[in-house]
T-cell receptor, first 114, second 113 residues
Framework: GDSVTQMEGPVTLSEEAFLTINCTYT??????LFWYVQYPGEGLQLLLK?????DKGSNKGFEATYRKETTSFHLEKGSVQVSDSAVYFC?????????????FGKGTLLTVNP | DTAVSQTPKYLVTQMGNDKSIKCEQN?????MYWYKQDSKKFLKIMFS???????INETVPNRFSPKSPDKAHLNLHINSLELGDSAVYFC????????????FGPGTRLLVL
């Protein structure tokens, strides 16, 4: 079945540091790929997505590129802020059928210190 | 206006009780979902409805029963609550389709004592 493996946290960075959170996936065919963010005590918000190979999703300074050859979708940001502290989830939706469930990675807790 | 809303936000109850969580979306979406987030933050699909029809029913105890009275609502009823049911339950909705974004509600934090 489909699965997502992402970097285990927690990750602690200083403000303005470079962020990378690794994410790889296993799926039949070419899934759609997502990064969701969960701020403390809140629900999940879509951060960015990519639906086909070589697409780059971007939002709020975060980027991730759909790499079919390495089955990866790593999240990057050039300069993190304290307000980026949250849990980040990599996820996919497989293709085919009417089953549109999100399959999530285990989440990575990011803490950014001033 | 809140796109996906859930009530209640917090639910504290005793083992053995029956409880319901309600979800409403005002996005005009056809597909709604329930996800469970455990204490380690792991998220897993429970159910999905499309146009009031059940299309995903993952391995979930029969004590959990979703009900969709119309396209905008998907409720979750839980019978005979157990300690292990303590979790955060998220409702989500989308237009359906593998490329569509799912929009999540704020979550219902259930604690079974």
């Amino acid at each position: 079945g489909d699965s997502v493996t992402q970097m285990e946290g927690p990750v602690t960075l200083s403000e303005e540091a470079f962020l990378t959170i690794n994410c790889t996936y296993t799926a039949t065919g070419y899934p759609s790929l997502f990064w969701y963010v969960q701020y403390p005590g809140e629900g999940l918000q879509l951060l960015l997505k990519a639906t086909k190979a070589d697409d780059k999703g971007s939002n709020k300074g975060f980027e991730a590129t759909y790499r079919k050859e390495t089955t990866s979708f790593h999240l990057e940001k050039g300069s993190v802020q304290v307000s980026d502290s949250a849990v980040y989830f990599c996820a996919l939706i497989g293709r085919g059928g009417s089953n549109y469930k999100l399959t999530f990675g285990k989440g990575t807790l990011l803490t950014v210190n001033p | 206006d809140t796109a996906v809303s859930q009530t209640p936000k917090y639910l504290v109850t005793q083992m053995g009780n029956d409880k319901s969580i309600k979800c409403e979306q005002n996005l005009g979406h056809d597909t709604m979902y329930w996800y469970k987030q455990d204490s380690k933050k792991f998220l897993k699909i429970m159910f999905s409805y499309n146009n009031k029809e059940l299309i995903i029913n993952e391995t979930v105890p029969n004590r959990f029963s979703p009900k969709s009275p119309d396209k905008a609502h998907l409720n979750l009823h839980i019978n005979s609550l157990e300690l292990g049911d303590s979790a955060v339950y998220f409702c989500a909705s989308s237009r359906g389709g593998s490329q569509e974004t799912q929009y999540f509600g704020p979550g219902t934090r259930l604690l079974v004592l």
